[in-house]
């Protein structure tokens, strides 16, 4: 396979390669979020649930017991576990506290545990955490049971506990096979180990493995990219996500261990990331949306080619429920009037929850414009592309407006960025390594914003 060089990205195309733009896993983004949403708020969302509703859910677990200077997650780092343990009580009872609003309301179709490092929990308190869940809500039979593994915590114990609690989707944190770029971020983890942990967990009855790549790391190179990609694909994943290194020292102190001096530069990591692209869909995987990948008869892909990809803080999903309530420190929920966000701080959330009141600190309401405007930029990031007619039929006169702005950009712009094709406008194939760059344009709190964000690619 012949490997992209710097030399063959276009001109216009490097141009954007080094603009700082939001990552689109929700609409408004996070900087926005304001106090005006408070617990207040969020219990009266709580209680408009409507019965018979699916919902999901995801609980944050903001420990582990290494701390990865790549990292961006709201984390931290203990050698003890005694902190954990006072965590997990407080995040049973914030479970019981929102259990007993929306009690008889909605059924559960996925649950997803995150962090951190949710795998770091002892087998008792994963299985206790998992039956909890299982008392306060009602779990679909076939709801999805989805785990964030960190290879280097698994043992046999903490595998039967997983298997125990119905785990159905296994996310293993992968990053790069390559010694000096494990060092260089503080992750030591060989392709022994990862695949150790993928064969013991399929022969657990898991179907589905994701395992999670990086490119953009210091180091990094397109020899070591090709490798990791190589032997990665030896595990036959069900699906793969290949993120970009987001370096954000100004919000995520650690990264300060990494010197910028190391990290290739944005041609690079374009180069990185179609190398890596390349090879898995030589492989037979499926582009999906912006960075995934997955086997063909997975329900990623089956979502994609039926229009109904969605995408939300774990990235993209085929999860339709309108509803997602996140538990634990800095977790994110998603309800019809909008977005919510827990209190931060491990201990202050702990204060909190353990008196019995909700964690929600900050969010926003969702207006008509926002909604528009979200639709229009989901469906960049998950199609390429979005119907001018459902625009409009969707949102009226809000939709109108937005279909103004997309043309003037598609004249504006000499189709470079947006294209109209029929009734639908289209990101360009050649332009769609930065569409986070024309999703970014329809974006009304980007413009004098003070946030500062990842590169675009």
């Not at 298997?163 to 293993?172: D, K, N, P, Q, V």
């Not at 199609?383 to 007619?389: Q, Y």
Request: net charge neutral; proline share 4%; aromatic share 8%.
């Amino acid at each position: 396979m012949q490997r992209p060089s710097n030399s063959d990205i276009p001109p216009d195309l490097a141009a954007k390669l080094g603009e700082n733009v939001p990552r689109y896993t929700s609409y408004p983004t996070a900087p926005h979020f304001h106090s005006g949403v408070d617990a207040q708020t969020v219990h009266g969302w709580l209680e408009s649930v409507e019965t018979g509703s699916e919902i999901s859910l995801y609980l944050h677990v903001p420990y582990c017991d290494k701390l990865c200077w790549f990292c961006a997650c709201h984390t931290k780092q203990t050698r003890h576990y005694a902190p954990v343990a006072m965590f997990l009580r407080s995040l049973h009872a914030e479970i019981e506290a929102v259990a007993r609003i929306v009690r008889g309301k909605g059924r559960v179709r996925a649950v997803h545990f995150g962090g951190g490092s949710p795998t770091m929990l002892r087998p008792g308190d994963i299985v206790a955490l998992a039956k909890r869940l299982r008392v306060e809500f009602e779990l679909l039979d076939e709801a999805s049971v989805s785990v964030e593994i960190e290879p280097n915590d698994m043992d046999e114990a903490r595998l039967d506990a997983l298997a125990e609690i119905g785990m159905t989707r296994a996310s293993l944190g992968v990053q790069d096979f390559d010694l000096k770029v494990q060092k260089a971020i503080n992750r030591e983890q060989s392709f022994e180990l990862t695949k150790q942990v993928v064969d013991r967990v399929r022969a657990r009855g898991v179907k589905s493995v994701n395992l999670d790549l990086l490119y953009g790391l210091p180091y990094q190179t397109l020899d070591s990219i090709g490798m990791t990609v190589e032997q990665a694909l030896t595990l036959t994943p069900e699906r793969v996500a290949l993120f970009g290194y987001a370096h954000v020292p100004w919000f995520k102190k650690h990264q300060t261990m990494i010197d910028e001096t190391w990290l290739p530069n944005s041609a690079q990591r374009l180069a990185q990331s179609r190398l890596a692209a390349q090879m898995m869909e030589a492989a037979g995987y499926v582009p999906i949306g912006l960075d995934h990948f997955a086997k063909r008869d997975d329900s990623l892909t089956m979502a994609a080619k039926t229009g109904q990809l969605r995408r939300n803080f774990q990235g993209y999903t085929e999860d339709q429920c309108e509803t997602l309530i996140g538990f634990g420190p800095s977790s994110v929920s998603r309800y019809r009037q909008g977005y919510a966000q827990n209190i931060v701080a491990t201990g202050e959330y702990e204060k909190v929850v353990s008196a019995g009141q909700l964690a929600a600190a900050r969010g926003i309401e969702f207006s008509r414009d926002d909604r528009a405007r979200g639709w229009v930029i989901e469906r960049l990031m998950c199609d390429f592309s979005f119907s001018a007619i459902e625009l409009v039929e969707r949102f009226g006169d809000c939709g109108e407006k937005l279909l103004l702005q997309a043309s003037r950009l598609a004249t504006a712009a000499s189709g470079e960025l947006l294209q109209l094709q029929g009734d639908h406008f289209v990101v360009p194939i050649e332009t769609r390594p930065v569409v986070r760059t024309v999703a970014a344009k329809f974006d009304k709190f980007l413009q004098g914003g003070t946030a500062r964000h990842s590169l675009a690619v």
